[in-house]
Structures are given as structure tokens and as C-alpha cells.
């Protein structure tokens, strides 16, 4: 469609929650205007209160199972429960999310001719049997299990992107996120930086499920959004999937440790059994990334705990 804006119109589904409320504020501070799409499943209006008073910024409360019609140029496709424990409530309302969604946002970026980028996730790769995870690998997942709403799903959203990219010649960016913290994430949501700083910093024992030897990689979320903000910006022929993550690994075990020496808990490490389908290792490979947007996360793991603790802290976690 013709541009007669004179600034982006830029839509942030999800943009209530953790990554998306992020995104805004970085799509605001580059001069858009930022539509924020959220139905508050799993986002609150906390996270965007800051964002309200700013008249370039719009919040929109609806559900991208049912179709928007509205003018943007760019889209950026966050919507969706991230957590297992959010995901896990309602899975049919979470496969939903990532498949009648994404088909409605697919359908307006075709119908006003907007970029499109989707959040997809390193869940796609399943529990791997390769590793580190490139994005030529096909993944390995149980389409029949609990995480199957959002794994299943979610590969079915990128299907579903590249078909729109084949079929009706959209311009679409499909990123594979990997484990990100930061500031905003919910307290409540069982994923494991959020889990371990809430526990030491209630003085409660830090669960570790299994051996705690499985390894994961975690990003801050400022380089996260780096990335995003930049890989929209490739040229066309650039859909990915790509990789988007930290590749340097820690043991979930070293993670404990790690939040209880910041925080200063006294907090014990309790061991409980693995839920079912939790991946052994998960590790991006980003070559594609650092080759193709010049980017890496910056961030070093203590930094960013330190700044996520402190935003819990502020939220009162721990607090006599
Ligand atoms: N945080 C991570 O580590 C990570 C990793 C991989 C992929 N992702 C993807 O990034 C996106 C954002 O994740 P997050 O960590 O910010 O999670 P989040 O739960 O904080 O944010 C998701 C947002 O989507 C909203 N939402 C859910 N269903 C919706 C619907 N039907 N209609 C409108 N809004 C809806 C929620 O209310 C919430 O505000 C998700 O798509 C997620 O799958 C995140």
C-alpha cells in the first residue's frame, strides 16, 4: 500500500509482554509508531504503563485467533504464551495463538503489503540430537506431548510463514529465539532465571530439576531485541530461519549457583525429577546471525542477572 504516514507504523503483537514490551520501547525510541497488540493472557499492563503517555504509542487490547484489520507497515509476530507453565494452561487457546494467529497476521501483512517478522523459538529443534542447534536442522520433536502445543504450533507458524513467503510473495523474517532473561520476565512463570532469582530471593531452596548437569544458554534481553530490530531490516531475500541467541552454555547448576552468589541467599539447591520432554542441551549456533546482521550478544551473564534481580527486587519479590 502507499506510504502516507511519515512515520512507520510498526505492530507489536504480544507487545504487553516480556520481550514485546522491550520492543516497543526500542521502536519508539527509533521514531515509530508502535501499535501494541496484547490480549493480557500471559503480558500485564505493567509491563507497557511507562509506554501510555506517549501519543505514538497505541495499545490495542485483542486476540490474534480472531482477525485485525488495521494499517501497518511492519509486523512484528510476538504473540503467544512462552512460558511451559503459561503454555500448558490452555494448551488449545496456545496452539491456537501460534497457528490461527499467525494465519490472521499473515493475512493482514498480505493485504497491506507490511514486513512481517515471526517469534519463533529454539523449541522447534526439540530435544536436539545435534548440537549446537544450526538452522538447517530439522528438529526433533513429540508431536504428541505436553510441549507439543507450543513446539508443534510453533513449527506449524513457520510453515505457515514460508508458504505465505512462497505462495502470496510476502516479505517475511522468521527468528528462532532462544532462552532469553531480562527484566519484565513474569515472576510466577517457572522458567528457570525467573524461578532460580524469585526462590533465593524469597530465601526459599533453589530447584533444580534433574542432576542439574543439562545445560542451557541464556540471552539478555536487550541483545535479543538487537537482533530482531536488525534482522527486519535485511533485505528481502533474507527470510531465515535464523538463529537468534547466546551461544555460550551454562549448566543449570552454575546458573543456581551464579543467582545465589548475586543475591547473597542463603537459599539450599533442592534436585527434582525432569518433567517429561525437557531438552538435555540446547545451544544456538549464530554464524548465521554474526554473518548475516553483524550481531552478538554483548551482554555477560552476570550483567544481566544483576539487572533482572534488581527489577524483582523492585517488584517487591523477597520483601518482608
Ligand atoms: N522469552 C524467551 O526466552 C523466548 C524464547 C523463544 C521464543 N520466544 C517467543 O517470543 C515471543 C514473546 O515471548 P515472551 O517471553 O515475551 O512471552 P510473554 O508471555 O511474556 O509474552 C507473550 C505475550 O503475548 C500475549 N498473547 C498471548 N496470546 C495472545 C493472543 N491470543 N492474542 C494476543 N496476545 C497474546 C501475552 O498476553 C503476552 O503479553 C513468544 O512468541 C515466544 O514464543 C520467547
Redesign the pocket.
Known sequence: MPKIANRRRTLV??????????LCERLLERGDDVLC????????KD?IAHLLANPHFELVR?????PLYLEVDEIY???????PI??QYDPV??T???V??SINMLGLAKRVRARIL??????VYGDPEVHPQLESYWGNVNPIGTRAC?DEA?RCAETLFFDYHRQHKLEIKV???????GP???PN?G?VVSNFIVQALRGEPITVYGSGGQTRSF?Y?DD?IEALLRFMQTPAEHTGPLNV?NPKEFTILELAERVINLTGAKSKIVHQPLPSDDPAQRQPDIAAARKLIDWEPLTPLEAGLEKTIEYFRAQGVGAR
Open positions: 503483537t504480544g507487545g504487553a509482554g516480556f520481550l514485546g514490551s522491550h497488540v496484547d490480549n493480557f493472557y500471559s503480558g500485564t509491563n485483542h486476540d490474534i485467533t480472531f509476530n510476538l504473540g503467544c504464551p512462552a512460558s503459561h503454555y487457546q496456545t491456537k495463538t501460534s490461527h494467529g515471526q517469534a519463533s523459538t529454539s523449541e507450543y510453533k527468528a528462532r529465539i532462544f532462552n532469553t532473561y519484565r520476565m513474569h512463570d522458567r540471552c534481553v535479543l541467541g
